[in-house]
């Protein structure tokens, strides 16, 4: 029960992507999910929802696991939600950061079970092709999509065939010129070839991308995608025909009410509405970049990402997937931008190309038939330490984007949200404490999440690294010594 004598010591936001009505259901998911009424690494009781004229918002008494402080917590079920923690006994910063961690690792889990029963309409207006349903999407796209780590390795292998086909008719001589060849063909032309054909372009011109997104009827959701295809359809059209002709906000009863024309009932309360200035997004970061702004391409992917991809900054091409668009808010899909124009600034491409060329004619011209037996244990140990060269890209990129950017707080956020499961299965989201060798070792461009997040949250702004490669190069070598101290 609320004790209104308690001093407000501690408050703070957190963006979801849930309607009202499902927030409203935040405390039951809470009770029916927690071991024994517990959350992970805090003490909890007395949980209670209530209604009052300031809203609905859920209670609890709570502390940490280990320790005296105790205060009680107010979530207010609202967009976005409001964490209050009052306590007599001051503050205790661990803990409030532990319980926005752990509430912020409930509200992903919660939305994503709500996405089971969720229906997602997007298009980008001025774009008359994204107003219809989507098709099955283009191999050729989905390869040329991918990041440029996968296309370097899958050129490797393209590399061996190359190497055999031209051996069956005598012209191995050739094979190495066919490849590298073959492989400057191919990452000059992957940004373009991204963007090849496709409606989802973003341009000055057709700038936004507006998502729709709608709570249907719990268990309805395959009734909808498979009988009610055709309302969905004609829904979607006249949806994209009401923002062509709206430059302004369009509220959700409008589009509430043309749902209900097509014959899928809805309400105010069950749809959100999104229009997002993409364009402005990645523009404003490629001027802080001192760059200018790549070709731009939205992905259907419902995976939060994004990747840029091309040889140069003024060959490259942003992919941003819809579900990155959907789970982050603007400030974290900026950030996220940031990280991939880093990648293009500092030619991030041409690097991994020269590393890949280099081993190949390497291998080709000193050392490759001495390898025998070997040879594919060899090609794995190759990709494994190209991957582990991307950690140090990947820290630089995140450093940069942290730097340039300006707000690594939400760069941290950022990647909570999309890694959160990670996060979970490395234990590293709840507990202090570094990285383990195993997250060192996969086959990852990227460094673990915990060791990302910690070194955004600990970015300091006031002194800028003079060397952010030779920093980042530091960093990952710091982060796998104390890996050995980790449990």
Same mark, same amino acid.
């Given at each position: ?21 499902? *927030? ?43 320790? /005296? ?41 919660? /939305? ?16 008359? $092709? ?42 191995? $001589?050739?094979? %190495? ?71 302004? /906000? ?41 760059? %200018? ?167 300091? *702004? ?26």
């Amino acid at each position: 029960m609320t004790d209104p004598g308690l001093p407000l010591v501690f408050t703070q936001t957190i963006d979801t992507e849930l309607t009202h009505p499902k *927030l409203l259901l935040l405390p039951k998911f809470i009770r029916e999910q927690s071991a024994f009424g517990q959350l992970p690494g805090i003490k909890m009781s007395d949980i209670e929802s209530y209604s009052s004229s300031g809203g609905h918002y859920m209670e609890f008494w709570a502390g940490p696991t280990r320790g /005296e402080f105790k205060g009680l917590v107010r979530v207010y079920l609202e967009r976005p939600v409001r964490v209050e923690l009052r306590s007599s006994t001051g503050r205790d910063e661990a803990f409030e950061k532990q319980l926005v961690n752990v509430l912020l690792l409930i509200l992903q889990f919660f /939305e994503e079970e709500v996405r089971n029963s969720t229906l997602y309409i997007g298009f980008v207006p001025g774009s008359p $092709k994204t107003a219809q349903l989507r098709s099955s999407r283009s191999v050729i796209r989905t390869i040329f999509s991918g990041n440029l780590m996968t296309l370097f390795l899958l050129s490797i292998l393209i590399g061996i065939v190359v190497f055999y086909s031209l051996a069956a008719f005598g012209l191995e $001589k050739y094979a %190495p010129v066919a490849l590298i060849a073959l492989m400057l063909v191919l990452v000059l032309s992957v940004g373009r070839l991204a963007t090849l054909g496709s409606p989802w372009r973003i341009t000055p011109a057709s700038r936004e991308v507006v998502i729709v997104q709608h709570s249907v009827p719990e268990g309805m959701l395959p009734q909808y995608l498979g009988e009610f295809r055709d309302r969905i359809r004609v829904a979607k059209e006249r949806v994209y025909e009401l923002f062509l002709n709206c430059r302004g /906000e369009v509220c959700a009863e409008n589009v509430a009410d043309i749902f209900a024309q097509a014959g899928l009932p809805a309400r105010k309360e069950d749809i959100i509405v999104k229009r997002i200035d993409v364009y402005g997004l990645v523009e404003n970061a490629a001027k802080r970049f001192n760059m %200018p702004p790549p070709a731009i391409v939205i992905s259907g992917d419902p995976k939060p990402n994004a990747a840029a991809t091309g040889f140069t900054k003024r060959l490259g091409t942003m992919i941003i997937t819809m579900g990155l668009l959907v789970q982050l808010d603007e400030d974290e899909v900026e950030v996220v931008v940031g990280h991939e124009l880093s990648h293009l600034r500092f030619g991030d491409p041409i690097v991994l190309f020269s590393l890949v060329i280099a081993e190949y004619l390497a291998r080709v011209y000193l050392y490759g038939q001495f390898l025998g037996g070997f040879f594919f244990l060899y090609l794995l140990g190759v990709f494994w330490l190209i991957f582990f060269f991307g950690k140090f890209l990947e820290t630089r990129a995140d450093l940069e984007a942290g730097y340039i950017i300006g707000r690594p707080k939400v760069m941290a956020e950022a990647l909570k949200k999309i890694g959160f499961r990670r996060l979970v299965l490395e234990e590293r989201f709840l507990e202090a404490g570094g990285s383990k060798l195993s997250e060192w070792l996969r086959f990852d461009p990227h460094p673990p999440l915990y060791f990302r997040i910690q070194q955004m949250e600990s970015l300091d *702004l006031a002194q800028p690294v003079p060397h952010p490669f030779l920093t980042s190069i530091r960093s990952v070598l710091s982060g796998i010594a104390r890996s050995r101290n980790v449990p």
